[in-house]
């Protein structure tokens, strides 16, 4: 970006971008046009050459193109703590939106936050000392508006819901409980909520019935919310779609599966044959995946759900308990899970970070025990803040998936500082772009494009963002779409991608020649977006 220094003291735009070749995010044909930014809003679109902009960007034989948006990602924390997010920034990414997968740090009350920060400590990476006092989801993203360079819309994630109701137990929900749930529903929407998420797999909501979540759906619909789902994928992939579909049409709300991907070939295949076929004509649905086979969670995901029955905080102690470490070798057995294949990707502990990077069988094999004696005992040492990546199944499995014209750009990412961690959190976007684009042929960059931005406005309610247009806000990137690519790899994962030069965020450069840059105001660029339902 260069300043204009002999420019005239009125010049017609903050930001003027020349020379480029705009690719609009609605999956229309590229054209050339030049960009000119006023504030915080796209002015005009067309021809500028005798136009002045404060700032000016040379955009020639470059890509103009919306910003992105990842709709699935453990940003949360981060978001909150962190001005310039710089591994989604430097893809891209200026909006996320966050709280999936039904668990977060918001809403809480008193009896439930500081589990949910226990809980959440390998996955989102908030410490129990970083917690000041909020409570309700309003006010947890009014900390991150304007703090932030990047926009941040969120899910209501209904284990925090389920948890304030009725604890952590497996208990019923009784009808003045989920009375106090439907009104947390409603809370959350009139707070901006895009709708609610589940994570089927995890904590509390995993006791929850498929009629306890489509009454609490039903509180949404006069929203016009989505219901988002990390379905029940341990109880196998298709019956764990279709409990999703059932909720969507029998609680008559839109459905859009998390990180929808199988787990051997011709499992993606199948599930799209039954979307195709069966549950695009039964509900409104969509999906996000990430460009990439293996995935990342936490180890306690592992273990059988009776070890947080009385809460997050009384694992550990649970976890001790001779019987339950008995189930959780059943466990591993049923799984048949390749523990030589899994990485232990991040610990809380220094004690413990040279085994970051190893695989769960070095481990185990360097502790001379069983494998539940070894993998309970780090657990207990790590006070269960141990993050895992699951080296398993080639990338080129989730392709299918991708091409659907119902998928959008989820990358799933989780960040640890100096974790070996899964390079979804800083390679996603430009793997989108480049390979599966250049070399994949997998579809156009007008459809790349797409996934990543207009899509998700147009699922996720975004209203006048993520589409270049006049009148809309200016979230903008700038990249070359010959030189594009991702370099995070599992062995080396924190590596920046490159081709993508300029990032844009309501009109203020927070990616500038390829660094991120600082912004020196009070109040930063991102905001806190709002569901806004066609």
């Known amino acids: ?48 050459e005798h136009a002045s902009g404060s700032h000016s960007i040379d955009a020639r034989n470059k890509i103009v193109a919306p910003g992105f948006v990842d709709v699935h990602n453990h940003s949360d924390s981060w978001l909150l703590n962190t001005p310039n997010f710089i591994s989604k920034t430097s893809q891209g990414f200026t909006t996320e939106v966050i709280m999936a997968d039904g668990i977060s740090y918001a809403p809480v009350d008193r009896c439930t936050a500081e589990d949910w920060i226990y809980y959440l400590q390998s996955l989102d990476g908030l410490f129990p000392e970083e917690y ?58 009139e707070a901006g909520a895009v709708g609610i998420s589940t994570g089927l797999d995890y904590i509390a909501q995993c006791f929850s019935t498929t009629e306890e979540i489509i009454e609490a759906c039903q509180a949404m619909s ?27 049409k029998r609680a008559g709300v839109k459905v859009h599966i998390s990180h929808l991907k199988g787990q051997h070939p011709g499992q993606a295949e199948e599930a799209l044959e039954y979307i195709d076929k069966i549950a695009r004509h039964e509900v409104d649905i969509s999906f996000d995946v990430y460009p990439y086979q293996p995935g990342s969670t936490m180890l306690h995901f592992l273990l059988p759900y009776e070890v947080w029955e009385a809460g997050p905080l009384q694992a550990v102690e649970k976890l ?37 990077g190893k695989s769960l069988s070095q481990y185990v094999e360097e502790s001379g025990l069983s494998q539940e004696e070894a993998l309970v005992n780090l657990l207990i040492e790590e006070e269960m803040a141990v993050l895992l990546v699951f080296n398993m199944g080639d990338d080129r499995l989730v392709d299918p998936v991708l091409q659907h014209d119902l998928y959008m750009m989820g990358t799933d990412g989780i960040y640890m500082e100096g974790g070996i961690i899964h390079p ?12 599966c684009v250049r070399d994949h042929h997998l579809f156009s960059l007008e459809d790349a494009v797409y996934k990543l931005s207009g ?50 965020s309501n009109g203020t450069p927070i990616v500038q020649d390829n660094s991120p840059l600082t912004i020196e105001t009070e109040t930063l660029p991102g905001r806190y977006l709002k569901y806004q339902p066609k």
């Not at 929203?223 to 992939?237: A, E, I």
Request: aromatic share 10%; net charge positive.
């Open 455 to 504: 899509a998700a406005a147009h699922r996720f309610g975004l209203g006048k963002r993520s589409q270049l247009k006049e009148g809309y806000f200016a979230d903008v990137v700038i990249f070359d779409p010959l030189t594009v690519q991702d370099h995070a790899t599992y062995q080396d994962p924190q590596q920046f991608s490159s081709g993508i030069s300029h990032v844009i």
């Open 132 to 189: 000041t006092g909020w409570e309700s989801l309003h006010e947890y993203m009014s900390l991150i508006d304007g703090k932030n360079v990047q926009n941040v819309m969120t899910h209501l994630p209904y284990a925090n819901l389920r948890s304030m109701a009725c604890g952590f137990g497996r208990q019923r929900v009784d009808d003045f409980q989920m009375k106090q749930i439907c009104c947390e529903v409603i809370k959350g929407m």
């Open 1 to 48: 970006m260069n300043t204009n220094d002999s420019l005239s003291q009125d010049p017609d735009f903050d930001v003027l971008i020349q020379g480029g070749t705009v690719i609009d995010g609605t999956r229309a044909p590229r054209y050339r046009a030049d960009i000119g930014i006023k504030a915080d809003k796209i002015i005009a679109i067309g021809n500028l």
């Open 320 to 356: 001790k308990q001779p019987e339950l470490q008995q189930r959780f070798r059943y466990g591993l057995d049923n799984y048949l899970l390749d523990i030589s294949a899994i990485q232990i990707a991040w610990v809380r502990s220094e004690k413990n970070k040279h085994h970051q």
């Open 424 to 435: 979804r959190q800083f390679g996603s976007a430009p793997r989108l772009l480049g390979p």
């Open 222 to 248: 006069k929203y016009d919310g989505l219901y988002v789902s990390h379905v029940r994928y341990k109880k196998t992939l298709i019956p764990a779609i279709k409990e999703a579909v059932e909720i969507g």
